[in-house]
């Protein structure tokens, strides 16, 4: 299946299918509604902190999700990933989300599963679970999967 890779870095690879676009999921380079599947594999929580090159801004990361929600074509699905528990920043690394934080910008597609990698196991995977399941956490890895209605 093509693959299209999207980043604000060069990506030098000679895997077949896959191909490379500049841009940022600050603006992403698809028209509105445009794009049936959508994979973002730990990276929002990283947008705005400037690690990987991006400008400083705190609201990065609701931008990028704004973006993901903008291309997603009706019928299309999301996969997100990124850290879930207690709330905080670690400045120019990441950021720690509630699932709520993710959910309610997101306000736009429905949440069809929420999964959990809990803290310090990462082999025991929570398929389906509450969202209350990581309020306690300190780095759980969040797994969301998304669709836009029709």
Request: net charge neutral.
């Given at each position: 299946?093509?693959?299209?890779?999207?980043?604000?870095?060069?990506?030098?690879?000679?895997?077949?299918?896959?191909?490379?676009?500049?841009?940022?999921?600050?603006?992403?380079?698809?028209a509105s509604h445009s794009v049936k599947s959508l994979s973002c594999l730990h990276v929002i929580e990283h947008i705005?902190?400037?690690?990987?090159?991006?400008?400083?801004?705190?609201?990065?990361?609701?931008?990028?999700?704004?973006?993901?929600?903008?291309?997603?074509?009706?019928?299309?699905?999301?996969?997100?990933?990124?850290?879930?528990?207690?709330?905080?920043?670690?400045?120019?690394?990441?950021?720690?989300?509630?699932?709520?934080?993710?959910?309610?910008?997101?306000?736009?597609?429905?949440?069809?599963?929420?999964?959990?990698?809990?803290?310090?196991?990462?082999?025991?995977?929570?398929?389906?679970?509450?969202?209350?399941?990581?309020?306690?956490?300190?780095?759980?890895?969040?797994?969301?999967?998304?669709?836009?209605?029709?």
């Open positions: 299946m093509p693959v299209e890779y999207i980043d604000i870095r060069p990506l030098e690879s000679h895997v077949p299918n896959l191909s490379f676009r500049s841009g940022s999921i600050l603006n992403l380079p698809h705005g902190l400037g690690r990987y090159g991006d400008p400083i801004n705190p609201d990065g990361w609701i931008i990028g999700l704004e973006e993901l929600q903008r291309v997603l074509a009706p019928g299309g699905q999301l996969l997100l990933s990124t850290p879930c528990g207690v709330p905080c920043v670690q400045f120019n690394a990441h950021r720690v989300f509630t699932p709520e934080h993710i959910i309610r910008k997101l306000n736009q597609l429905k949440l069809e599963e929420f999964s959990l990698i809990e803290d310090d196991n990462a082999r025991r995977w929570l398929p389906n679970c509450p969202t209350s399941r990581s309020e306690t956490l300190s780095f759980g890895c969040g797994l969301f999967r998304f669709s836009r209605p029709y």
